[in-house]
């Protein structure tokens, strides 16, 4: 194929209620995410999983002589947002391009095709997990949420006498979590209500992890421990899995924190307790922890809690600057003129976003006006940036140090003060 011919590939869309048609489409990305082929008795199985998933999707890509060369999902989900909880988004998921078709611009069709219908049907925001980080600034994504990996000396954590949960009245329940889910899943939901940055998990998302056997499931070692509060009420959750290993007859095991959620500081103590605790366990570890985890305040030596690496997990990406700002609630006020450049892309424009300490409601956050204006801006930024900053986890100013938000230090400082959250952003959840 030459480059040229590239841009005559026809752009299709998938029926996902077509299970063979799902099944060609899906070879593309076990190629470009170079996962091993089912073996012939599991390809039954795997396409059941896939269909499931993708099932009420939007599913597209590039065909080139009568095959898949090109694949693209999107999605509406629900993305919490500072102050205001759940809002709308398109979600953006199994981008991928045959290593014979790469570089030839079909990334780019795709991306812009369906961005700009997600305007169109009123999102006013988009977001994906990038697979490499240099791929979708270019494209206006920014890196919103970040999380952190953990690893726990258990025998050295000791709890300090002043971390709430000490008193704690509920009680810890193992359960089967193909039978359970879906108590964590109420438990999840109330979680990521509560912090910017969260992503709803549907039904199949739990089916997926909770399935015996499944492709993506958490794996027959994993083991589910639910909270209930005094009267019953499920209020936290950990889902964690054990790796046997020994040096002689010591042992060296290792649990793995898969999903940890909770509805109080206490009852996370609870469960980090009791996942620390566990007879014949070193260490834990925990995979895409929030950047501001509570557990090393918690403890007697804060060092026993080693963090890293960090990375960008949630990448954002404004389709509407002004309905994108408007999303949120802000704990700051004041006015800042922003002006948002966004070439080819549909976020463009300057918009003034106005916090007035008038309209403060009684939790402390405000609604924004934003609108439309001629006015010369205070900043001027890229829709990339925008998205960085929109769920509070990016710092204004940094970006501005970078050179990637223009303003004077006044107007950069009022803006970092405007966007502040008080928890950082957080997303724990695969799409
Ligand atoms: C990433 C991928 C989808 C890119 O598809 P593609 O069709 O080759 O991309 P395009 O030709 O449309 O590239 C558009 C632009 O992005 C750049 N780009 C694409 N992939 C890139 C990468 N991995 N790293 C850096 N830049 C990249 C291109 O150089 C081009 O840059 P330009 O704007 O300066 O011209 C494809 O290489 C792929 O499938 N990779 C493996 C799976 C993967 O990582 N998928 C992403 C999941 S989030």
């Given at each position: 194929m030459s480059p040229l011919d590239a841009e005559a590939l026809p752009l299709r869309t998938v029926d996902t209620a077509d299970a063979e048609a799902v099944a060609a489409w899906s070879r593309v990305p076990r190629v470009a995410f170079m996962e091993a082929e089912p073996l012939p008795g599991e390809a039954a199985a795997r396409l059941r999983e896939t269909v499931e998933r993708v099932a009420g999707q939007r599913l597209s890509g590039v065909v080139d002589d009568g095959a898949w060369v090109a694949t693209y999902r999107s999605f509406d989900t629900e993305l919490t947002m500072p102050g205001t909880g759940p809002v709308s988004v398109n979600a953006v998921s199994s981008v991928t391009v045959l290593p014979t078709h790469r570089r030839r611009g079909l990334l780019r069709r795709?991306?812009?095709?369906?961005?700009?219908?997600?305007?169109?049907?009123?999102?006013?925001?988009?977001?994906?997990?990038?697979?490499?980080?240099?791929?979708?600034?270019?494209?206006?994504?920014?890196?919103?949420?970040?999380?952190?990996?953990?690893?726990?000396?258990?025998?050295?954590c000791r709890f300090r006498p002043d971390a709430p949960g000490a008193d704690d009245d509920g009680r810890l329940e193992l359960v089967e979590a193909q039978e359970a889910w879906p108590l964590?899943?109420?438990?999840?939901?109330?979680?990521?209500?509560?912090?910017?940055g969260g992503l709803a998990r549907e039904e199949r998302w739990w089916r997926e992890r909770t399935r015996s056997g499944g492709h993506r499931a958490w794996g027959p070692r994993s083991r589910a421990v639910l909270h209930r509060d005094a009267a019953g009420a499920p209020d936290g959750?950990?889902?964690?899995?054990?790796?046997?290993?020994?040096?002689?007859?010591?042992?060296?095991?290792?649990?793995?924190?898969?999903?940890?959620?909770?509805?109080?500081?206490?009852?996370?103590?609870?469960?980090?307790?009791?996942?620390?605790s566990v007879d014949l366990v070193r260490t834990v570890r925990a995979g895409q922890r929030p950047v501001d985890?509570?557990?090393?305040?918690?403890?007697?030596?804060?060092?026993?809690?080693?963090?890293?690496?960090?990375?960008?997990?949630?990448?954002v990406r404004p389709l509407d600057a002004a309905g994108a700002l408007a999303a949120r609630r802000y704990l700051g006020c004041g006015t800042v003129v922003l002006r948002v450049l966004d070439p080819g892309g549909p976020a463009g424009g300057t918009v003034r976003l106005h916090v007035d300490p008038q309209r403060c409601g009684e939790d402390g956050w405000t609604c924004a006006e934003v609108t439309g204006t001629d006015a010369e801006p205070d900043v001027v930024l890229g829709a990339a940036e925008l998205g960085a900053l929109l769920l509070g986890g990016t710092s204004a100013v940094a970006l501005a140090a970078a050179g990637r938000v223009h303003g004077t230090a006044e107007a950069v400082h009022r803006l970092h003060a405007l966007l502040g959250t008080p928890t950082a952003p957080w997303c724990p959840t695969w799409f």
């Open positions: 795709m991306i812009g095709a369906d961005l700009h219908r997600a305007r169109e049907r009123g999102h006013a925001l988009a977001a994906l997990i990038a697979a490499e980080a240099p791929i979708y600034g270019r494209f206006g994504f920014g890196t919103a949420t970040r999380a952190v990996d953990l690893t726990v000396e258990a025998r050295a964590l899943a109420a438990v999840h939901d109330a979680s990521r209500r509560a912090r910017p959750y950990v889902a964690y899995e054990v790796v046997d290993r020994w040096e002689g007859r010591v042992s060296r095991c290792e649990a793995r924190v898969l999903d940890l959620h909770a509805a109080s500081p206490a009852v996370y103590r609870r469960l980090w307790e009791f996942v620390l985890e509570l557990l090393p305040l918690l403890l007697e030596d804060p060092r026993a809690v080693q963090q890293g690496p960090l990375d960008d997990f949630l990448w």
